[in-house]
């Protein structure tokens, strides 16, 4: 489902490069539940962009979901994100103008798909039936983070990657959100990548790997 | 905190967002353009009219009359003169080329002696001038050479003479460019205007003496002993200071009218500060509360900002006094023709020091209120990111601040009107039409909102949505971008309406040939001469001039002192000039169609023998004179006393281009009366009333005419050069409000970045974060542009209907390429903006955050 081969990320140019993610090949089959996870400034959040094709890397290639990311145009990407993949992110990420409901039907409208009746389903799903005309800024930061799930499985992704999901949560809050990924991961196969602190969020997931400066330096199944 | 703390955190805190509040304070700089720009002109045009004044009345005195001077004044120029005297005799005439075609009204004028005594004439071919004297020359302006098809050394004819053209006037003193508007002018040697025969009766003449004094400040004092005695004489003195005071004024308050257009601009930029400091603010909650947790007083955090808004506010200035010097620079040489005399080009310091001080003063003073909530972020912000407490006490200062806002909008409005009360209503003019377009586009706002089609696809909602995004300033650039909108629309509207006004009184049917001065024995023949041609003839309308004698009994001599006096004491002139003035009135029963009754009623035509004699008089005319329905009124036509009663009142459409009169008679009373009569007529093209102009000129030369084509095309010419300068000022508003969607862009650039960043990250293309972008900025420039129309088509009516009075036409086309024309502005402000929006991949951006 994904494989990375020789990946590399170098920022910067001229006298000042950094290298931020090095070399790095594993493979994750479909359905596969990865922790990505590392001290701060060890490259996860980047190498997880890489593995979403949110940005070019220097080096290396990504295949997801049988497709070679660096053959692809930018918007060829972007199309595949928003047919395949799905985003959880640590601040959350909603739009401010859009309302709940409005935020998570955003992946389907981009194609063209009518998106309500799926919308307020997931919106009932993640407990927030009820709240589809609330603001972003009127919601709090766990029922903020619930739509931002629902959101990620609106376009029913092959691989949902999460970034911190927990990082602004509190712990019981944080604990239901990944309930709620690990429900669906099940009833819907979807492919988890997730990039974590927590020892405990990381703990549940089925394979774990650690990176230090950009390198990966375990990498352990449960 | 110190003062040197306060200094050094405005800076470090200044240089990490230099560019942000670059494009921040340019807001305040196209207003400081226009301001600097208008004024420094305006202060080098004052200058220079006082440096070249004698060379506007071309000698130290001037006494003219519309009669022929009385033996008295004869003398009194005997005596005046003896160091130089020079005559101008100036009447209207005919004027048409041997070989050319058509013929012209022009105004001649006979010249006799050294004038001008002071400045110079510029002449194509140069020196011409001098040459006039010598023979049976004419100098004209180059228009009529066009008009006539003519070149230098045709010979022109006038009346019964014939003169050789030996050259055209570029320049001469006192010469505002407006009154060759009248009609082209003619000189010629002033022994030479008794041959043209023209001065029989019937024609209006303008005689003018130049005088050149031994010493040029006894000037005063002779105009000053002498104008009493020459007034009873029906004659008026005038002198440098007199003509140099009266260009003075007219030049001043051109200038602090359109220096008002100005302050429209900064005040605009000072809206646009005052948005961007408010989102400012909020960006920097974070560092404000990091600097209150290290023990700033929220005193001082104040003080920081408010330097920060001053010196960013001191270099929009002198960005903005820099580029107004290049413009004011450039101004004379595009305006040189409507100049009188020839303006410098200079800086003025005072002009550029206003400028900028009332720059910074913008910038700060409009700052200043939402710089207030920087005072109540507390330090605990900085721990708890979205702290919020709610139900904040009321900033104390928000009143004071609030207050000071408004002063100082009032009191530069003084400053540059002139006049508190100017500035005051100014001021209260620019809030209420603020206060109409912020409500306009909040109902558009809501509007869109509330109807706009759920089936629409996501990019357009999306874009829409961006509108209200937190922190967003809509409001803002709506309000600087239509202000500008606004001012450029209702000028158009009152343009196209007066000039279209003008157009359609010339419809297809309506007479456009006018033919004046005919003697009572030509009317025959010219009427046969018109019609033998082919074209259909009005009936002759007689004119008879006259003065008023009386009111009520009382001599109108006696009225007009008191009138003056009491204008006097209301620092206002009385309606002096309506008592005194020459009537050029029509005897008839029946009404014509530019005339309504307004009060009394029309008198029988069949009535029998009436004395007193009913009159007619135009309803402005009676309320100057405080005339009412059935007041006696005694006139003096050509001497003898003819004795009315006012019948009724009329209200009159001049703008109809028809003999319409102050005065009408009924008949029986004046037929036997001096006279003369106009005849109007229709000729479908130019080519041919232009030859039969000719035909009448050349049988009957006494006989006048003009072709309303003509007229209409001066009127045009005159709107539109006066227009101009308004709509250039107003232009600098439009450029304020691009400045200020600029300034938006750049400080809601993170936002965006995010923003787009997000929707790339969910599955959007390219195209599609473009389109959102757009879709944004084509509903901002749309709303900007519909509330401007909306509130320009209000405010184009009123002036139409209150100030014109004349029917309102909306022109839908123009209209639609204006609200387009911003929709654009915007669009490609915002795209411009935008680019890295689209450019920078989604992961750049989301690590960053």
Redesign the interface.
Known sequence: MLHCESLTKTYGSGGRELTVVKNISFSLEAGGFLAIVGPSGSGKTTLLGLLAGLDRPTSGSVTLDGEVLERLSEDARARLRGEKVGFVFQSFQLIPTLTALENVQVPLELRGVPARERATGLLARVGLAGREHHYPAQLSGGEQQRVALARAFSNRPRVLFADEPTGNLDARTGATVVDLMGELNRDLGTTLVLVTHDPDLAGRARRTIRLADGEIVADSAA | MNAGFVARMAWREGRASARRLLLLTASITAGVAALVAINSFTDNLRRSVQEQARSLLGADLSISSQKEFTPAVTALLDTLGQTGLARVTTFSAMAYTATGSGARLVQVSGVTGPWPFYGDIVTDPAGSWDALSRGPHAIVDPSLLGALGAAIGDSLAIGEARFAIVGTIGRMPGDVGMRSALGPRVFIPGRYVAATRLLSFGARVQHEAFIRLPVGDAAQPIADRYRAKLRAESARIRTVAESQQNLDNALGRLGRYLGLVALIALLLGGLGVASATHVFVRQKADTIAVLRCLGATAGGVFAIYVAQAAVMGLIGSALGAAIGIAVQRVLPSAIASALPLDVSTAPSWPAIGIGVATGVWVAVVFALLPLLSARRIPPLAALRQAYDPGGRPREPLRIPVLALLAASVVALAAMQAGNPWTGAIFAAGIGASVGVLAIMAWLLIRAVERWFPHAW??VWR?GL??L???GNQTTAVVLSLGFGAFLLATLFLAQYNLLEELRLTGGPSRPNLVFFDIQPEQVGPVSAAISGAGYPVSSPVPIVPMRIRSIRGRAVEAIAADTLARGRQRGRQGGGWALRREYRSTYRDTMVASEKLVAGRWWRADGPHRSPVPVSLDADVAADLGVRVGDEMVWDVQGVPVATRVANLRDVDWARFEPNFFAVFGTGALETAPQAFVVLTRAPDAARRGQLQREVAQRWANVTSFDIAVVQEAVERLVSRVVLAIRFMALFSLATGAVVLAGAVSTSRFQRL??SA???????????VIQVVLAEYIAIGLLAALAAFILASLAGWALAHFLFEIPFRLPIRQAATLIGGTAVLAVLIGAWGSIEVVRR????V??E?
């Open positions: 696809p996501y999306q949505a961006n209200r995004r937190p995010r923003e997000l929707l790339k990250t969910l599955g959007a293309s390219r195209r599609q991949t989604p992961l750049e989301l690590r955050t």
